[in-house]
Structures are given as C-alpha cells and as structure tokens.
C-alpha cells in the first residue's frame, strides 16, 4: 500500500541513438503514464505529480495512456492540475485503453482542454537549428475495437511527415513495437504493463506482453515501458515500483 500511494520517484534512463544531432543531445522527455485517476487517486496525488515533472524542466511532456477510470463529469476536478504542465516543446498525450471504457471522445476533448496535443495516429515535428523530431503518437493497440476510426497504425502515424533526423513514437502498448519497427521508428515509449503491479502478476507480464518494463531493443527499435505513474485497481504494488520517467536522448 505504501509503495502504491507514494509519489513516484524519478526514473532517469538514458536513450542512445544512432547518429543522433547535437541540437538534440540530452533532449529531454518526461513520462507520465497509467496515473488511473479514480475514486482513489485524486487530485492531490496528481498535483504532487505535476509539481515533481515541472521540476524537471522537461523539453516534452509524453503522457501514454491511461489518465483515468470514469467519466469527465466525475472526474474532471481530479485532473485539472494538469493543465500546469509546462514543457519547451509542449505536452502530448495518447490514448490508453481505459480512456475508452471512461468515454475516449469526450476526454480526448478534455485532455486538450488541459493544453495537451493529443495524437491520434498522428505526428509533429520538433526543430532545434537545422535539425527535426519526429514524434508520432497512436491511438490505444484495441482503440479500434470501440471506435473504428481509432485503428492504431504507426505507419499512418508518420503520414505527411518531412524527413526527419530522429523518429519518436508514443504508444500505450509495448504491442505496437511489431508496427513500430516496421515503420522504422528510432524509438517507442509506451506504459500499459505497470510492469505487473505486484506479484506473481510481475511474472505473468513478462509472459504476456513482448516487454514488461524497462529498456529494450527489438530490430533496429528500441523501446521504453514505464510501470507507470499511478496503479490499477487496489492501491497495492510489490516488485514493482511506480515511476515519473526522465528520458533523455544521447548520441550513439
């Protein structure tokens, strides 16, 4: 219980890509996932959240999914520090699969009301000098199972793109590094897995889903699963730590 409420702390990881320009050396991504705002976690644990991130002086703000477990009318209240995030760069956000039981289109709009960029399938480009980012985001691996136009598709995804030095996709679940990889992304940062919350459920994640946690490699994408920011379900974690993520790229 105590490793559940507590306010993550700060996971930094280090990301080496491969030819990557000095304009974006140490560029810097915060992550937040999974926070699952619901009847137990509420607004002071996100304020502590956006306190802890902001001090971080993040370039990006990448939310991948999962905000809440109900409906805007519930719990817009719990959520609205968020619209404190500041980044250089802004702050983006994908859906994750509980978006779509707690009504996806009405906190799509919400979640843009909060200052986020949401990427439905859709990218940005990011210049620093003469050099471009390319961050994509997806909608939810299932999201088209509830709304046909949510398909997730990383390859759309990229569409209408200039060419780019570094090719960044957010996507809820480490399932989409198959697509990912086709498409030729540098990198997937995703949540979903909670790492397996507590145990044995630590175990089974590692059997169910291609990566559980941590920092991996798959062809020539690598790949970063947070265990997320909030939890699932009763306030339990074991094995399994929360985390606020500090990604920062790294030249090669």
Do not use: C
Not at 107 to 117: A, S, Y
């Amino acid at each position: 219980i105590v490793q559940a409420k507590k306010i993550p702390d700060v996971k930094e990881v280090l990301i080496p890509i491969a030819g990557l320009p000095s304009d974006f050396h140490g560029y810097r991504i915060v992550q937040i996932t999974d926070i699952h705002v619901s009847p137990t976690i509420r607004r002071p644990f996100v304020e502590e959240v956006v306190e802890v991130v902001n001090s971080l002086a993040p370039d990006i703000v990448a939310h991948t999914g999962d905000l809440v477990d109900g409906s805007v009318d519930r719990l817009a209240y719990h959520v609205a520090p968020l619209e404190r995030l500041v980044a250089t760069d802004g702050n983006f956000f994908v859906t994750g699969n509980h978006e779509y039981y707690s009504g996806a289109v009405e906190w799509v709009e919400k979640v843009k009301r909060l200052g986020f960029t949401v990427l439905l399938n859709e990218n940005r480009i990011i210049t620093r000098g003469r050099s471009r980012l390319l961050l994509a985001g997806v909608t939810d691996y299932r999201g088209g199972r509830f709304i046909k136009s949510h398909r997730s598709d990383p390859l759309k995804a990229m569409s209408g793109a200039p060419s780019t030095d570094v090719k960044i996709l957010l996507a809820h679940r480490p399932k989409s590094i198959y697509d990912a990889a086709r498409a030729g992304y540098d990198l997937q940062i995703s949540g979903h897995t909670h790492g397996g919350q507590l145990f044995p459920w630590t175990v089974v994640a590692d059997l169910y889903h291609p990566f559980a946690a941590g920092h991996h490699r798959y062809k020539n994408t690598q790949i970063y699963i947070s265990r997320g920011t909030g939890y699932w379900g009763p306030p339990l974690r074991v094995a399994s730590p929360s985390e606020i993520t500090l990604i920062k790229l790294v030249p090669l």
